[in-house]
């Protein structure tokens, strides 16, 4: 498999894809491994982590450079990524001895009885990752499910094969055992399904909703858990009483950061009338305003676009449908001429929810501002898709702000803000966005099943 830097076309590394054998053979010794990692007391367990952490500050530098190679994300934001696993971490060894903790629910000494939940880690869990953060959509898998006892099989995304590896490779320098977090299982879509063949206990899936129901589609059978986070289409709704400059600062942020390439980027934004003119010529200049170029150049903000071809042809195909049907491009709307996969940052106005840029995940640094007369016309246009990842309300005013984002159908609730994830918080998609929870509390839970005990003395 070739692994290939977004930025220049370029052949960083060929690496051999794990065929049927070894992903059967990974299963096995995971299987043989796990209750001897699971008996192993919860403080060496984390003091492991705490190890990979020290590693990864250690190292954070060069695996920065690294995630920018492969995947063109620019090296302020990939040191960025690397700098916030770091919270997650603390979060997770933090809170993983009271996720794990018994539960005494009766204790009767008149009948001898006591009544007692036990969390059991789930086995084998298979980690099915995305490319566009591979350090935080893999360590809110593999950090709550190594702490509490399960054994990893891990398959990066192929656009973040180096990434993948470098996480296996700490993670054993760390001293977690090779059988437990198996070196990751390199390859495409084909080895993800190799995996979901093998008799695991659970699988945690982040990608797009084309493969989250394929996955869940071949474990279902098996009644095997399975954990979905996909993709999102994320409305920001800007009201009539905001500073408009302020916000269009703060909502371009989040439309553009990552080059756009963010599950929870903001991807479609509602501006009322009274503020639109001046919303508008912010947002566009903001626009204008980024350095597009080398990801290695710490100045870049936006970078090229990881899934390439691919993805150039998407956001194309959305200005093409967008413009045929009336929109127009105040910047932007077209690839760059220029070695490697470039877009051009591209803002459309005059858009509705007949064209494809306000339905579809875009995925890129592309976005369509729609002007509204009303917060209940901006309540009904952001709950109007098959998503339910993020929504974000912009306005000084709090109560409108928690009344409006109360009826739209989403896992998180912003005021003021966007594209944010915190490790106490739990992330979790609705509608096609996804099933299941990771990060707070609930994240940890996810990775354990309750075992219920009944005792009664002799
Ligand atoms: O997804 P793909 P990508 C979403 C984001 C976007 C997508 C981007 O919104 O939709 O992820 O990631 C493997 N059986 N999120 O392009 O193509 C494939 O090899 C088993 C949401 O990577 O779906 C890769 O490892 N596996 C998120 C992985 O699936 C298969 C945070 C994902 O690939 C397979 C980040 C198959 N048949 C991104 N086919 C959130 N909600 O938190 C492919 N794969």
Redesign the pocket.
């Known amino acids: 498999m070739r692994v290939v830097n977004p930025a220049t076309g370029e052949v960083l590394r060929e690496v051999a894809e794990a065929d049927r054998a070894a992903v059967a053979a990974a299963f096995r010794r995971a299987r043989a491994a796990q209750p001897a990692w699971a008996a192993t007391p919860l403080a060496a367990r984390c003091a492991v982590i705490r190890r990979f952490r020290a590693l990864a500050v250690e190292r954070a530098e060069p695996l920065a450079r690294t995630l920018t190679l492969e995947v063109g994300k620019p090296i302020t934001q990939a040191r960025g990524e690397l700098a916030g696993l770091l919270p997650r971490i603390d979060f997770f060894l933090a809170e993983v001895e009271g996720a794990l903790a018994d539960e005494v629910v009766l204790t009767s000494p008149a009948d001898r009885l006591e009544e007692r939940i036990r969390r059991e880690p789930l086995g084998v869990v298979a980690s099915?990752?995305?490319?566009?953060?591979p350090w935080y959509?893999g360590a809110?898998v593999f950090l709550p499910a190594l702490l509490t006892g399960n054994a990893v099989l891990y398959?990066?995304?192929?656009?973040a094969t180096l990434t993948g590896l470098a996480i296996g490779e700490l993670l054993h320098e760390a001293g977690v055992p090779a059988d437990v977090f198996h070196q990751a299982l390199v390859?495409?879509?084909?080895?993800?399904?190799m995996?979901?063949e093998e008799p695991i206990d659970a699988v945690c899936?982040?990608?797009?909703?084309?493969?989250?129901i394929?996955?869940a589609a071949?474990v279902a059978p098996r009644l095997v858990k399975a954990q979905l986070?996909?993709?999102?289409k994320d409305p920001a709704y800007v009201c009539d009483d905001v500073d408009a400059v302020a916000a269009a600062a703060a909502v371009a942020d989040g439309a553009f950061y990552n080059t756009g390439?963010?599950?929870?980027a903001v991807e479609r934004v509602y501006v009322h009338e009274r503020v639109w003119p001046r919303f508008v010529d912010a947002f566009v200049g903001t626009a204008r305003g980024y350095v597009v170029g080398d990801p290695l150049d710490a100045r870049t903000y936006i970078g090229p676009l990881a899934?390439r071809e691919a993805a150039l042809a998407v956001l194309e195909a959305q200005v093409a449908d967008a413009v045929g049907h009336g929109a127009r491009a105040l910047v932007g709307g077209r690839r760059l001429d220029r070695p490697g996969f470039f877009f051009a940052p591209t803002v459309l106005v005059d858009v509705d929810h007949t064209m494809r840029v306000m339905r579809e995940?875009t995925?890129g640094p592309l976005i369509g501002l729609a002007r509204v007369g009303s917060d209940d016309e901006a309540v009904a246009l952001m709950n109007d898709t098959d998503y339910g990842?993020t929504a974000a309300v912009y306005t000084p005013d709090r109560a409108r702000a928690e009344r409006l984002l109360a009826r739209v159908n989403t896992g998180t609730a912003y005021w003021n803000c966007c594209d944010r994830v915190s490790p106490r918080l739990p992330?979790t998609?609705r509608g096609a966005?996804?099933l299941g929870v990771?990060l707070a509390r609930e994240g940890i839970a996810a990775f354990v099943r309750p075992k219920a005990w009944h005792l009664r003395g002799g």
């Open positions: 099915i990752s995305a490319w566009n953060y959509v809110n398959k990066p995304s192929e656009l390859g495409g879509g084909n080895v993800g399904a995996l979901l899936f982040t990608g797009s909703y084309a493969t989250g394929k996955v071949a986070e996909l993709g999102g390439q963010s599950c929870c899934r995940e995925f990842l992330w998609g966005s996804g990771t």
